[in-house]
């Protein structure tokens, strides 16, 4: 049986952790180390750890994952740089957050842009896309629908964007000094509740609109809160954000005890939203590895399972990062080519193989 495992705290405050604490922290390193073995151009399988082949899960760091990838290169830095276009495209991407909306916006529309946004033109291919019967919202986050009058969800949320844009939150934000301010500025319009207002801060932190530290500022979802209740069996009155804190700053001792070298992100140290999102992934993780820990939310299995994609995805970060990377080329048949074959990253950008 593991030896309880305490962590003292400033002000004589106590952690006392469960088992799922040390999984946290082995997750964390797994699910990086099989990122980092596709994008240095393994085959699968890219671990032996069952759970992880058989069920999927996001990836440690939250800018690595595909539909992340896809709003940082294709959405926020492709198109016109203007602050109002970059906020239009961000914001009305992630309120969907699903790329193939995106994509059909593009294909019938055009250009995406807030100059030529006709509401009627773009409710038009939304309702197109859901008479044919496809799914227009990611299953990701629960969109719950603004009171703009309309009975249906994907007009009254086009009605937000335009009522954001019109309220000048563009102006409003270039006048914030913090992520905080951020994150409050975006919890103020109709439907963006905690957890979703702190996904679009981070979201619109990735551009140049702004540029704050995401050490600075965390708000807990509800898969995170339900991480932390199985980690912890007391938080010694910590509320979700100070414990995430805690988790953040004490990430390299954990892995340094636990006997692991974990990857960072070329770099990059795992920030309070990556800390965040792995608590989200590890109380799904639990459901298998310990059904005797009880969460939150009472779930007891992973539904979605893992399924290789055949098709390259890219790996591009916001410029202002600094990342840089070198990574095997690939031959015409897509296998690894030699050392000599490597090449410097663009702007943040590394070839991935799934």
Known sequence: MRTPYEIQLRNGRVLRTTPVFDTYWRFASERQEMFMRRVLGST??????PILSAH????????????????IRHVIYEG??????????????????????????????GTVSWREFTFDAYAKVLDRLIGD?????????I???????????HRNHLRLVEHMMADGATRKLAKATSLRAVFELLRG???????????????????ELIDFSEMEFVVAGPGARDGIRKCFKHTSELTEAEVIQVMAERADAEFERLGMRFQSLWGRSLQLIDCQNVFCEVSKYARVAHPDVEGESGRTRIKQKFTPRPAPIPQWYPPKWGITVDVPATTPNGEAGSA???????????????
């Open 44 to 49: 699968p399988p890219w671990t032996e750890d």
């Open 56 to 71: 999927r899960f996001t990836n440690t760091y939250r800018a690595s994952d595909r539909v992340s990838q896809y709003l």
């Open 80 to 109: 016109s740089q203007k602050p109002e276009e970059v906020f239009f495209r961000t914001i009305l991407f992630k309120i969907f957050n699903r790329i193939d909306t995106w994509e059909a916006l593009r294909a019938q529309l």
């Open 133 to 141: 019967g496809q799914r227009i919202y990611s299953a990701a986050y």
């Open 143 to 153: 969109m719950p629908s603004p009171a703009f009058g309309s009975p249906r969800k």
């Open 189 to 207: 319009y109709p439907s963006l509740g905690d957890f979703l207002a702190f996904q679009f801060a981070i979201d619109v932190n990735y551009s």
């Open 340 to 354: 000599s074959q490597r090449r410097p990253a663009h702007a943040g950008e590394v070839a991935a193989r799934p």
